[in-house]
């Protein structure tokens, strides 16, 4: 049993099966630069329901703010503790505020808490989104260090874990800050905008006559992963994923092997490859294989495209295409915006107080997605890719579209709120009511809330084919695996390169091959192949890897591993999943050294068998003397199914 009381002083703390795991209060600035904080304000109402553990507390502050504290417990599956709070003006006015606080988070006087005991404790800082090579970190808290949206506090030898996350996400951009001013103290802030959201004006303000702040769950227990897996539960139930009913996606992405050198002849060849070398030989899921465009489509015309789309389709497989919906990556604002005669990207282009354009991110100007223009392009580019015949879309650089600024749409004063609405019009427009078919949405660059507007997310950066991009991937897997099927239906690892990338300055081996094919199965997932198959090199490589039909089955099962341990700023090694009543262990080692990786045994309750078997190569491990050891010679991978228990 979990309750709310009211401690002293403004102060709130709470009880989980008799222990106390943290004490907090509240605060608030309205944006006239007003402060309240219950600790100094004067409590005029608190009410506790008794045997629920609920508590709502008024305070008020002699220069006229009011703040509601809301406490309470979430019934459901996992129980929960859920806080928010509302500001108010004691005189009814209208509140405006950028900065709501609805729990500033400690631990109690006795700290009765292991967690806040320890120097030791870890603190996950999650990325906003996944531009620019951002990584998970579990790192020791520190002052001025932030999470964006949620975080868990955790011991690593135990994994004793308590998790603050947001339950709402399109108003407020939402944090976990370490206090500059307190030794473990963590500030679960709403109004959040900084170099981690890529933001340089400040987050817009909210005003109304009670303003309320996002609600944050928090989850104590014994698992630290289990409890970011009954984070995502509890968000799915409120926001279930975009439902996809055609399985996990086998195909090829164009980047990675073709960039901008992408042209009619190497995509139909592509196109041929997959379907009469790979599919054959079990590269494809319920027999189907996708041919996704990216960057560089523009350089194909529009009557070829369509004539490539209607010959991949008689063949029996799937088309993919590309876009960038919300930013502006042209050099010219005078520029004529394609779709909308007569109107000029300058009218789309987001500004900031002073009416100048928002600052290039990732070399690119944010835009006003609730202005009508906006959504007229928009309208005219995707009814095109519908009546093209296309399959699949990956939308690209989202994390523009929720850029604070001065939008068209007034009622639109935050980013969030107009991400939103901006993934709204999307997810709306290629509905299957709209479209007449299934229509995958792919999201990149994207922030990880709001959740629920698209099939699959890419949980990493861009990776390609090195031993340094299987550790990238696999330290997203590390810290993000709990959001598949979750948030998102697929967690997308990215193209998978097992040869060579347009930006690689040499071949990969074929044990980061084998290592970054892993990488990708493990994931929940999305399995877009991308190489320049004009190399004979490529093309063996792609029919060595890809043909393995137990591997690919491990994919198409739609399960996600589990980390066996955090890694820091790095990744886990070795991860877990059951299929079948098996146990499968998916080990990694990306060194450019021969060394020996030891999976752990029974003592660390991980090995369930004594022999396991290789799904790779074929080869038989035992258990010896409680665990097992793997020689890797440089980066490779096993994927590890057990033989008998």
Request: charge should be negative; proline fraction near 3%; aromatic fraction near 12%.
């Amino acid at each position: 049993m979990i309750r709310w009381k009211y401690a002293q002083q403004g102060c709130f703390e709470l009880v989980w099966e008799g222990k106390t795991v943290l004490c907090g209060h509240a605060q608030a600035q309205h944006a006239d630069g007003r402060k309240i904080d219950t600790r100094s304000a004067n409590l005029i109402k608190l009410e506790e329901l008794a045997g629920e553990g609920t508590i709502e507390a008024v305070f008020e502050d002699t220069n006229g703010l009011m703040l509601t504290e809301c406490l309470s417990v979430k019934k459901s599956e996992y129980e929960a503790a859920e806080v928010c709070c509302v500001l108010s003006e004691m005189d009814g006015k209208m509140a405006e505020t950028r900065s709501l606080t609805p729990l500033v988070v400690h631990a109690d006087k006795d700290n009765t808490c292991a967690l806040w005991k320890s120097i030791w404790t870890k603190m996950l800082l999650v990325p906003y989104d996944n531009t620019m090579w951002l990584r998970y970190e579990a790192v020791p808290l520190r002052a001025g260090r932030r999470s964006y949206d949620l975080s868990v506090l955790f011991l690593e030898d135990s994994r004793e874990g308590l998790l603050l996350g947001a339950a709402d996400f399109d108003v407020w951009k939402n944090a976990v800050t370490c206090s500059a001013t307190d030794a473990k103290t963590l500030n679960l802030q709403c109004g959040v905008a900084d170099d981690g959201t890529h933001d340089a004006n400040l987050h817009g303000t909210v005003c109304g006559k009670e303003v309320c702040s996002s609600r944050f769950y928090i989850l104590y227990g014994a698992d630290y992963r289990c409890l970011l897996e009954q984070y995502g539960d509890l968000i799915a139930a409120e926001q279930k994923p975009l439902e996809w009913k055609d399985g996990v996606p086998f195909g090829f992405n164009s980047w990675a092997g073709l960039a901008f050198r992408l042209n009619e002849e190497n995509f139909r060849k592509t196109g041929a490859f997959l379907r009469d070398t790979l599919q054959p030989a079990g590269y494809c899921n319920q027999g189907v294989t996708y041919v996704n465009l990216d960057a560089g489509w523009h350089q194909i015309s529009e009557d070829v495209l369509k004539q490539i789309v209607a010959e991949l389709h008689e063949s029996g497989q799937r088309v993919g295409i590309y876009d960038v919906p919300f930013a502006f990556f042209g050099k010219n604002p005078d520029a004529e915006i394609p779709g909308a005669p007569g109107h000029f990207f300058r009218e789309i282009l987001m500004r900031d107080a002073h009416g100048g354009f928002l600052q290039r991110v990732d070399g690119a100007i944010a835009m006003d997605v609730t202005h009508p223009t906006w959504k007229q392009q928009m309208q005219w580019k995707l009814d095109r890719f519908i009546q093209w015949g296309f399959d699949y879309v990956k939308f690209d650089f989202l994390s523009h579209g929720g850029m604070e600024g001065s939008h068209w749409d007034a009622s639109v004063r935050t980013g969030r709120q107009a991400l939103t609405q901006g993934y709204r019009f999307l997810t709306d427009c290629l509905s299957p009511e709209k479209t007449g078919r299934p229509f995958f949405i792919s999201l990149s660059i994207a922030p990880l809330f709001p959740c629920g507007y698209g099939h699959a997310r890419r949980f990493s950066c861009d990776a390609f084919g090195t031993n340094e991009d299987v550790e990238y991937v696999l330290n997203a897997q590390t810290y993000a695996w709990w959001q598949n099927g979750r948030l998102y239906r697929f967690n997308d690892p990215d193209h998978i390169c097992l040869l060579r990338s347009f930006c690689m300055d040499r071949d990969s081996t074929e044990g980061e091959a084998r290592a970054r094919y892993t990488s990708a199965v493990i994931a929940g997932t999305v399995m877009m192949l991308s190489d320049d198959y004009e190399r004979e090199e490529a093309r063996e490589r792609a029919k060595l890897f890809s043909g393995n039909k137990k591997i690919n089955e491990i994919a198409a099962f739609q399960i996600v591993f589990c980390p066996v341990e955090s890694a820091g700023t790095s990744a886990s090694y070795l991860f877990e999943a059951h299929r079948n009543k098996k146990q499968l262990l998916a080990v990694f080692h990306w060194k450019d050294k021969t060394e020996n990786v030891i999976v752990p045994g029974r003592e660390e309750a991980l090995l369930e068998a004594e022999e396991y078997v290789d799904l790779w190569s074929g080869r038989h491990f035992r258990v010896k003397e409680g665990k097992l050891v793997w020689e890797a010679a440089g980066c490779d991978a096993l994927l590890l199914e057990e033989c008998s228990r």
